[in-house]
């Protein structure tokens, strides 16, 4: 089992610009989550899929933000346009189940300058 | 809203020292309880999960118990390794919700 895919590892942009993070779910996993991890904040889920269909993005900061899920086996969250504060590690995870654990990648770390 | 607690926020302790991660929650009213490992640039690994009608889990060294009424769980790591340094993070979900984390306790055991 590969694990839970992300890509890129590192992502390094001017404010302004638009960023893609890649996100492939463990196969049959059911659930897939978005995070962003700061020192100030911790880990804070931006928003949740299940059998592709978004459930919640109340953690998504504005609208600046949005994410996708075309099919089972991918999903992408953008930003457009990035800013500085945007600055953060943001992590996909994927579970089997809602009450299953999660399985998470390791992480796109995104800097804005 | 659901609030997670994690103390101490760091700790540093010698090697083959048995020690204790406190997790402390609002609302008793949860699903499950997590507890997860993270490794320095990497993501989180699940290490055990109790479920709210549960007492304890145990894994290996490490046994995690959940007294929901009181709203506490603690991770019990035996004979500490210099391997088991990293980021320990508790989770709770509340309810048919997603998971809510604490900010983790940064281990670090010394050789």
């Known amino acids: 089992d590969a694990g839970v895919i992300q890509s890129p590892r590192h992502e390094v942009t001017e404010m302004g610009q638009e960023v893609t993070l890649r996100c492939k779910p463990i196969?049959?996993?059911?659930?897939l989550f978005w995070y962003r991890q700061t020192m100030m904040r911790g880990l804070e889920l931006l928003i949740y899929?299940?059998?592709?269909?978004?459930?919640?993005d109340s953690g998504m900061p504005e609208d600046r933000f949005s994410a996708k899920m075309p099919n089972a086996s991918f999903s992408t969250l953008k930003i457009q346009p990035s800013e500085p504060r945007d600055s953060a590690v943001y992590f996909c995870?994927?579970?089997?189940?809602?009450?299953?654990?999660?399985?998470f990648g390791d992480g796109t770390r995104l800097s804005i300058l | 809203k659901q609030e997670v607690t994690q103390i101490p926020a760091a700790l540093s302790v010698p090697e083959g020292e048995n020690l204790v991660l406190n997790c402390s929650f609002t609302?008793?009213?949860?699903?499950?309880l997590q507890w997860f490992r993270q490794d320095p640039g990497k993501g989180l690994t699940s290490l055990l999960l109790?479920?709210?009608?549960?007492r304890e889990q145990t894994s290996g060294r490490l046994n995690a118990s959940l007294d929901k009424s009181s709203g506490r769980s603690t991770l019990y790591i035996a004979a500490s390794q210099p391997g088991d340094s990293a980021t320990y993070l508790c989770?709770?979900?509340?309810?048919?919700?997603?998971?809510?984390f604490g900010k983790g306790t940064r281990l670090s055991v010394i050789a």
């Open positions: 995870a994927s579970s089997l189940s809602g009450d299953q654990p999660q399985h």
């Open positions: 196969s049959g996993h059911d659930y």
């Open positions: 899929f299940n059998n592709n269909v978004p459930i919640d």
């Open positions: 609302d008793s009213a949860i699903y499950n």
């Open positions: 109790i479920q709210s009608s549960q």
């Open positions: 989770a709770v979900r509340p309810g048919n919700t997603p998971l809510v």
